[in-house]
């Protein structure tokens, strides 16, 4: 007889959010607040930040279902062929440095820019780069405490 884990169970609920945004905020924060993520971002150009953007994604979808074998993205939940848990974990990751960010007035402390152009540009960088390590404490606390 052959012993199988058990699996998660398909559906996304609410709490798996919750769990990822406990994630995702706790290991933002002290990127959000460090002047050399906002120099860093005032250096980067656009294809720099967007490819930051798909190596977060890669991160993220790497997290929830090649490191957890438990995980079926088929049998989740999905939009538009994207798994909800997925969606929900890059919202969180991208969102939680962005929160961080304006509750801090992290862009009027670092940005010596006067133009809204240039304030946007770093900005979006600065998440770019805040979220390479926000989407590793949401996926890392959906996978743990998803039992």
Avoid: H
Wanted: hydrophobic fraction near 50%; aromatic fraction near 10%; include cysteine.
């Amino acid at each position: 007889m052959r012993l199988r884990r058990p699996r998660r169970p398909r559906q996304f609920r609410p709490a798996d959010s919750a769990q990822q945004i406990v994630g995702g905020f706790l290991l933002a924060g002290p990127f959000v607040v460090t002047e050399e993520v906002w120099t860093l971002a005032d250096s980067m150009n656009i294809f720099q930040a967007m490819a930051t953007i798909g190596v977060v994604s890669a991160i993220g979808y790497g997290a929830l279902y090649a490191a957890d074998t438990t995980r079926d993205p088929d049998a989740e939940q999905e939009v538009a062929g994207v798994p909800i848990r997925f969606i929900s974990l890059l919202c969180v990751s991208f969102g939680s440095v962005l929160t961080l960010a304006l509750l801090f007035d992290a862009p009027d402390t670092f940005i010596d820019e006067t133009t809204t152009t240039e304030i946007v540009r770093i900005t979006f960088n600065a998440i770019s780069v805040g979220s390479v390590f926000s989407i590793v404490g949401a996926a890392t606390a959906d996978s743990v405490f998803s039992k």
